[in-house]
C-alpha cells in the first residue's frame, strides 16, 4: 500500500468507526433526513414552522393538540465530497488544515461506504483538479481514498465558485455534497446557491487556532501561500493583534453568513481536536 494511503487510513480509521453510528440514532444518519417522504419516522406536537400538511387530524381532534405526522425522505442516491487543495491549507500549528481536510473527507468516505452510498470526490483548486463520479464498491472507494491520498495540487490559488459552478454542470443528479476548505476565498456566494438548487449541502471550514491570534513576538514577515504576498507585521502592538483576531471573526462571519442564506448546514473544525465532534454535529443534522 502506498505509503501516504496508508498514513490516511491509520489517522481516518478511529474517526470513522467513532462517528459511525451516533448513540442513541438509529439506521443511515448519513443519508436520511426528516421531512415529508414515505417512511413513518414518529408522531409529536406540532411545531411553529411544520408543514401543516403534516397535520394528523385524528390524533388533533381526540387530544386537542395539534400533532404532525413525521416521516423519512427517501436516502440521497449520492454523496460527493469536495476538498479544498489550495496552498492556504499547508498552514497549520501542528497537523496542518490540508491534512484536517483529508482526515475528515476519508472518514466520511469510510463511514458512508458501510452504509451503501454510491461516492463521489472532487478536489479543487482555483479550477476542478480531480473528479471521480459516484461509484460504489470497495475498489471504488479504494480509488478514491487513493486519490484523496496522493493528488497534489496543480495549481496554488482557490476559486470556490469555479468549484461550485464545475459540480453543478458535472453533477445532474441531486446529491448531498459536502465541500470541505479553510473558505478563505469567499465570493462564492452565487456559485453556492447555483449549486444548492439542485443538490443538498454541507460545508466543512478547516480553521487553525494561529489564524484568530497573533503571538506577541516582535516583528515577523506573513505571507499569503497562495498569491506570494508579504506583509510586515509589528506582533507587540496589541492593537495589531486585535484588529488581526477581529478581522480573523469577521472572516468567519461572513462564511457564516454565506451559507446560513443559501440553506447550507455548516460546521467549524480546528486542527487542534479530533473530528469526530464536527462530524456528528454535521451528520446528526441531517446531511
Known amino acids: 500500500m502506498n505509503q501516504r494511503l496508508f498514513e490516511l487510513l491509520e489517522k481516518s480509521r478511529p474517526v470513522a468507526a467513532r462517528f459511525q453510528r451516533p448513540q442513541g440514532m438509529q439506521g443511515s444518519y448519513i443519508s436520511r433526513r426528516v421531512g415529508l417522504g414515505t417512511e413513518f419516522s414518529e408522531l409529536r406536537e406540532y411545531l ?49 488544515k490540508l491534512m484536517t481536510a483529508k482526515i475528515a473527507a476519508a472518514s466520511i468516505l469510510l463511514s458512508a461506504e458501510k452504509e451503501h452510498i ?8 482555483s479550477t476542478v483538479e480531480k473528479f471521480i463520479p459516484a461509484g460504489s464498491g470497495t475498489s471504488h472507494l479504494h480509488l478514491l481514498l487513493t486519490t484523496l491520498a496522493e ?11 469555479n468549484a461550485c459552478c464545475e459540480l453543478a454542470s458535472r ?36 480553521t487553525d487556532p494561529g489564524e484568530f491570534t497573533l503571538p506577541d513576538v516582535g516583528r515577523i514577515i506573513l505571507e499569503d501561500p497562495e498569491s506570494g504576498r508579504q506583509y510586515l507585521i509589528n506582533t507587540s502592538s496589541q492593537e495589531v493583534r486585535e484588529r488581526f483576531s ?4 469577521d ?5 457564516y453568513s454565506i451559507f446560513l442564506s443559501s440553506g447550507a448546514q455548516y460546521v467549524s473544525l480546528s486542527t487542534d481536536g479530533s473530528c469526530i465532534q464536527s462530524l456528528q454535529k454535521l451528520f446528526s443534522r441531517g446531511v
Do not use: M, W
Open 251 to 255: 472572516a468567519e462571519n461572513k462564511c
Open 151 to 161: 493528488t497534489d495540487a496543480k495549481n496554488s490559488g482557490t476559486s470556490i465558485q
Open 118 to 125: 454510491p461516492l463521489g470526490l472532487c478536489l479543487f483548486t
Open 171 to 206: 453533477i445532474q443528479k441531486s446529491s448531498s455534497i459536502i465541500l470541505i476548505s479553510d473558505f478563505q476565498d469567499t465570493h462564492f456566494a452565487s456559485g453556492l446557491q447555483l449549486l444548492g438548487k439542485r443538490h443538498r449541502l454541507s460545508a466543512l471550514r478547516i
Open 246 to 249: 477581529a478581522a480573523a471573526k
Open 48 to 96: 411553529s414552522g411544520d408543514d401543516v400538511r403534516a397535520i394528523d387530524k385524528n390524533v388533533t381532534a381526540r387530544t386537542g393538540i395539534p400533532h404532525v405526522r413525521v416521516h423519512a425522505e427517501e436516502p440521497d442516491l449520492n454523496l460527493y465530497i469536495a476538498v479544498d487543495l489550495s496552498a492556504s491549507g499547508h498552514f497549520g500549528s501542528g497537523t496542518s
